[in-house]
């Protein structure tokens, strides 16, 4: 949902931005470049691509840099940092860092809280290889329009497609717009937006306002079309759509069998939850347990959002620190009472074993099953 809210207004601010001739009209751009900016860190590059665009492409651009092409630049700078800034300015107050959690480079100039150099630096191999997509070389760019039309899927958080109407008609859309301005303007920060992305992190999500622009290319090279040749234009327009309803069905339908099947049988929904959720034992026990307040998860690669209680984990996957001045889950254990934990979760990885040993002292096993177990914390002296 984030996303879809994010991609509205970097549209908005692009839609206002390349007919803007007053200063209101800029200072309306600015508002929708700082709201996308404080909605999401990738709104920082979407602003600065728009802002390159509008000084080549709005109607009183010169192109070359004076006061007249700076001052609206300008406004939109000054008004989107003024409405993102609360965002940022929280951040780098309460967190030590503007944009948290912190990229490599920032990390070594701000005086980050909450993430150790070693935990930003497994954050930044995750992004670097789940944005690595389908590759970054030139053929892959090449082909780039190919693979998100058929294989979006094959991008993190992808959909099974996007169809095959920006991919047939955009072509017949340049032949139509070539000499406006306004879709030249449009069309670049597409592109350029494209281009960020590609030799970034290719997750489709961060794509959305790049759909929707090559869906509003394709309508309009689909008019071109049936304007031209009417009768050819139609038949081609529905046989384009038909294959792509077909083709979305067909990678849904495929991608969503186990879901459709889980959702008429309890017994394969039954053992679908007994493959996919790991520990499921310790959590229906400590879900289902009255007495279970708050749990401490020891083990950071704990799915904890299947808890429905509260609880507590020091270390996060990726090796952050949930609380100030604790670096393991051992030093809460050395004092339960004042993080109110009346429960521990310990469970054995692969290759690995317990973080517990036997006997814990001041804790009793109250359950165990395969490579898993949970503790009720007990008072000193009981």
Known sequence: MIDVIYAAFVILAARIAFDSELPRHFALVGLFCGFAMGTKYTGLI????????IFLFTPNSSRRLSWSTAKPLAIICLVAAFISS???VRNWLLLGCPIY???PLLAGIFHVKYFPPEAIQNIKNAVLKEGLGMGKD???LLLLPFHLAFHAANFENGAGGIGLVPLTFIPFCFRALRWERFSKALGL????MTLAWFYT???SRFLIQVYVIAAIFGVAGWSYVVRVTPRFGRALSALTVAISILYGLFMIVSAKAGDIHAAVSTSFAESRKQEGIPYLESFRYLNSEPSVRKVLVLEPFVPAYYLDKEYLKPIGRWGEHSLPGIDSPQQVLSDPSRWDITHVLDVRLKDGGFQ??????NLVLVFEARDQRVYRVSPPGS
């Not at 920060?189 to 350029?192: G, N, P």
């Open 138 to 140: 030139p053929l892959s």
């Open 189 to 192: 920060f597409a592109i350029l």
């Open 356 to 361: 517990l040993p036997e006997h814990p002292g």
């Open 201 to 203: 992190e290719q997750e």
């Open 86 to 88: 609360p965002w940022y």
């Open 46 to 53: 979407a602003t600065a691509l728009l802002i390159i665009c």
């Open 101 to 103: 959690p912190p990229i």
